[in-house]
């Protein structure tokens, strides 16, 4: 699957994520102090999946602000993300005045996947992603009809390799004493992002804008685990990682909205914000079409209806998060 373009204006939608991420900031500070159980001169950290840089940037002032008092420590700041997103915006961002974080802190940007160890083995102090390791490192197999479940036994066994896969990736990078913290979502009984996308390749066929070929050629490259298949995840890790949280938190919907032009905000804010995040799985379904960018206005605007429908039953948003704190032990 290309990523030129998934990222593509991300800055300007994903205030959803940065609001996930802090409400897992009191974890997050806590898994910080730890880092200084372990004396160095210099302090390596990790963003995994810094994106074009505003959450990140935001983030981590506030994560070495809490430490930086306690130490005369430099602090070496690596921001990771794909080599084909907006790197130029991202270099703008962490460089503006808004996102000076102190003179302490030296930063370096990875163009890898972390799918691959991007650090030097036993050097990590500190690694830290929030909604970023969802993202499969192998594909799951082509749906065969269209009303196939994505949460099945099959991808179940994907996404415990996968999620295995980074840990082992990121217990390589970690220096004994090192703290990995993250932040993703947690399946229970449904990923409404997923439904939406399957509701809305099944629209698209129904209104005959694509054939069910195209439509089966959409890739869900997410997969979410179960509080009990992290345990399995975790479970193969005993005595070479310390567990210190495995949390998870409810994330109330927003009940329905009635006011049309707060609604037509909401709307705008969400469509947005799944057309920038998938826009290249929508593409890899029309990508034989002559009139794609077409088609993508179209699916943007089902889409806006789909999410516009679910929202006035079930409310908007909701699920779960779960922030796992761990501590590299030998």
């Known amino acids: 699957m290309s990523v030129e373009n998934r990222m593509k204006n991300y800055n300007q939608n ?12 009191d974890l997050i500070l806590q898994a910080i102090s730890r880092v ?26 506030e994560i070495i602000g809490h430490i930086e008092n306690l130490t005369e420590s430099n602090f070496l700041l690596f921001f990771n993300d794909l080599p084909f997103i907006n790197w130029a915006d991202f270099f703008k961002v962490i460089s503006s005045p808004e996102a000076f974080i102190s003179k302490r802190v030296f930063s370096s940007a990875i163009g890898k ?21 969802h993202w499969l490192s192998e594909p799951v197999p082509k749906y065969t009809r269209l009303e196939f479940n994505h949460y099945n036994e099959e991808n179940a066994q994907i996404g415990i390799r996968h999620y295995t896969r980074l840990l082992e990736l990121r217990y390589q990078e970690l220096a004994v004493g090192g703290q990995l913290i993250f932040i993703t979502s947690s399946f229970q009984g449904e990923d409404a992002t997923y439904e939406f996308q399957k509701e809305l390749f099944n629209k698209l066929h129904e209104k005959g804008l694509i054939t069910e070929e195209e439509a089966l050629n959409f890739k869900y490259p997410i997969y979410f685990l179960t509080p009990e298949q992290w345990d399995k ?56 079409r002559e009139n794609k960018e077409e088609l993508m206005e179209i699916a943007k605007e089902n889409l806006k209806e789909i999410v516009a429908e679910k929202g006035m039953k079930q409310g908007f948003g909701g699920g779960n998060t779960i922030c796992i704190a761990l501590e590299k032990i030998s």
């Open 113 to 133: 996947s972390f799918h691959e160890q991007i650090l030097p083995s036993n050097t990590l102090h500190f690694g830290f992603s929030s909604l970023a390791f």
């Open 36 to 61: 200084l159980n372990t004396p160095s001169p210099t302090y390596v950290l990790a963003d995994y999946g810094c994106s074009e840089g505003l959450n990140s940037s935001t983030l981590f002032k």
């Open 233 to 288: 995840v975790l479970e193969t890790f005993a005595g070479r990682f310390k567990i210190h949280e495995k949390d998870i938190k409810i994330i109330q919907k927003i009940p329905s909205i009635s006011d049309e032009s707060q609604l037509k905000g909401m709307l705008e804010v969400i469509s947005n914000s799944l057309i920038c995040v998938f826009k290249d799985c929508y593409e890899s379904v029309f990508q034989n």
């Open 14 to 25: 994903s205030s959803y994520q940065l609001l996930l991420a802090k409400s897992n900031m």
